[in-house]
């Protein structure tokens, strides 16, 4: 049986900014446990893990720059999920992706010949910049081995996102009510993990970046410690933004990581679909397979069902 909503949360504020509402969320957190008899996760036997990847403004609240269609109502789905299902819930993972002005993947990176920065979303390939179409504003050397490696995976420089100390980089703040409640209601703390802080490399997984290593250096590797942190729990349900990006290199370094250590324990992955949206493909005739974001998200929900993955909706009972 699921639970109610509480008595302060609105769904038309989803999609709204608004500082969260700290100590109203609290007292109302503990008068619900108090009511509905909810007991601190400590005590959990079957212990369930909801992981949300990037549920950031920058990437779910319109106007954001790297805004994705859907993601008001993926959040809304999500939060009402938690919500109701607060007393099955353990513990809370956030990832949070986290940037600074001058980044491989940022314009501020990249000039041409005038001084002229890249405009977002250009794509910027290895034969340019060792051309001389692009150049580098810092690490010249080590970025030119930075775009060879990502040659055919298609990557390109991104609007300016989730700045650290920025509003864009704060978790949604209904999400953010919505953890605050479980916190106080489950006597829990909420993890929050950070990826992408290394100016020389991007992170979309949250599990490892596009490139580990550049100019002989190490930039990267994969987040052994946060992976085992997970994989504690006996299922641990994932959500966010956006499917055909980070969503997508997280389970796909999940699925990898699982196949060289033991399969079977892909079954503790629960993806919760409708509660994660696809970044629209750009309006190109013929449109390029790898720019074909729908799609590649969609192959992405086959291949971890194949795996042994869960692939389940914000409406079907969460039975542990």
């Not at 999920?81 to 980044?103: A, C, E, P």
Request: glycine residues 6%; aromatic residues 10%.
């Amino acid at each position: 049986m699921s639970l109610p909503l509480p008595e302060f949360y609105d769904p038309k504020q989803v999609s709204q900014l608004f500082l969260e509402r700290g100590g109203r969320v609290a007292d109302s957190a503990e008068a619900y446990a108090k009511k509905h008899g909810i007991k601190p996760a400590g005590q959990d036997k079957f212990r369930i893990a909801a992981f949300g990847i990037d549920v950031q403004v920058g990437f779910c609240t319109p106007g954001a720059s790297l805004f994705v269609p859907g993601a008001v109502e993926d959040t809304t789905r999500t939060v009402e999920w938690m919500y109701r299902n607060l007393d099955k819930i353990s513990g809370l993972f956030f990832s949070m992706d986290t940037h600074r002005v001058f980044q491989i993947f940022h314009p501020a990176w990249w000039v041409d010949a005038n001084g002229n920065h890249p405009p977002p979303l250009t794509p910027v390939f290895y034969e340019e910049v060792r051309a001389g179409k692009w150049t580098a504003v810092s690490h010249p050397r080590e970025s030119l081995e930075y775009c060879k490696k990502l040659e055919t995976s298609g990557k390109y420089v991104l609007p300016y996102h989730t700045l650290l100390g920025g509003l864009s980089h704060s978790l949604v703040p209904a999400m953010m009510e919505a953890a605050l409640f479980h916190a106080h209601a489950r006597k829990h703390q909420t993890h929050f993990e950070t990826k992408g802080t290394h100016a020389m490399t991007e992170n979309y997984s949250v599990l490892s970046p596009e490139v580990t290593e550049v100019g002989g250096q190490v930039v990267g590797g994969f987040n052994t410690p946060f992976f085992k942190m997970l994989m504690e729990y006996d299922r641990v349900y994932v959500f966010g933004q956006a499917k055909s990006h980070c969503v997508l290199s997280t389970l796909n370094d999940i699925q990898a990581h699982l196949q060289q250590t033991d399969p079977k324990l892909a079954e503790k992955i629960w993806i919760l679909e409708d509660a994660m949206s696809p970044v629209p493909a750009p309006p190109l005739s013929p449109l390029p397979d790898m720019l074909d974001f729908p799609k590649i998200a969609e192959r992405g929900i086959e291949q971890w069902r194949k795996a042994g993955m869960n692939v389940v909706k914000t409406s079907d009972a969460v039975v542990p």
